[in-house]
T-cell receptor, first 116, second 115 residues
Framework: AQSVTQLDSQVPVFEEAPVELRCNYSSSVSVYLFWYVQYPNQGLQLLLKYLSGSTLVKGINGFEAEFNKSQTSFHLRKPSVHISDTAEYFCAVSDGSGGGADGLTFGKGTHLIIQP | NAGVMQNPRHLVRRRGQEARLRCSPMKGHSHVYWYRQLPEEGLKFMVYLQKENIIDESGMPKERFSAEFPKEGPSILRIQQVVRGDSAAYFC?????????????FGEGSWLTVV
């Protein structure tokens, strides 16, 4: 079984400030990790994903995330946020077992609020 | 190249009625997933289908909910005798193959409101 914990339900940040959205996971096997963004009343859009290789992953819109196996974390970062980054951010894990759903287990989401 | 198409985007049903949500996967995708998002919560997996087969329905409520992905046409999520607690956003996603790690692409969701 796998699970995802997003420690912060809301993160308020001033425009042009850096931000980190935290994500921890638990799984008994190797995992694939994802961050999705959801703008109001829209579907989810993939920001970035970690499958293997370099632990620092760069995504769209200036976001990046670092996979830390020892801490079972996959925190999302951006050095300077914009008003347009206001959205809900979801961390997700797939355990790669190939069986069952082969879909994703999502965290509860973090609402990023950018203040002018 | 159209993405995952869901309709209707918004649906209002009275308690006891039936709700049908449709999902057309991206071109070339044969794997479909349905997720439900309740207010203030993340997405919860409901069911995983391939053409004409339900692969995993471990997230589906035991009663009133069913899903299909026929050989021709869109995938359908059907909710019979809806109750207020069924009010949620329902998201469909698709992928080209089963291999884990493959990106799945989401539709824009269907918002069901039960009054």
């Amino acid at each position: 079984a796998q699970s995802v914990t997003q420690l912060d339900s809301q993160v308020p940040v001033f425009e042009e400030a850096p931000v980190e959205l935290r994500c921890n996971y638990s799984s008994s096997v190797s995992v694939y990790l994802f961050w999705y963004v959801q703008y109001p009343n829209q579907g989810l859009q993939l920001l970035l994903k970690y499958l293997s290789g370099s632990t620092l992953v760069k995504g769209i819109n200036g976001f990046e995330a670092e996979f830390n196996k020892s801490q079972t974390s996959f925190h999302l970062r951006k050095p300077s946020v914009h008003i347009s980054d206001t959205a809900e951010y979801f961390c997700a894990v797939s355990d790669g077992s190939g069986g069952g759903a082969d879909g994703l287990t999502f965290g509860k989401g973090t609402h990023l609020i950018i203040q002018p | 190249n159209a993405g995952v198409m869901q309709n209707p985007r918004h649906l209002v049903r009275r308690r006891g009625q039936e709700a049908r949500l449709r999902c057309s996967p991206m071109k070339g995708h044969s794997h479909v997933y349905w997720y439900r998002q309740l207010p203030e919560e993340g997405l919860k997996f409901m069911v995983y289908l391939q053409k004409e087969n339900i692969i995993d329905e471990s997230g589906m409520p035991k009663e009133r909910f069913s899903a299909e992905f026929p050989k021709e046409g869109p995938s359908i999520l059907r909710i019979q005798q809806v109750v207020r607690g069924d009010s949620a956003a329902y998201f469909c996603a698709s992928s080209p193959r089963q291999r884990s790690g493959n990106t799945i692409y989401f539709g824009e969701g269907s918002w069901l409101t039960v009054v």
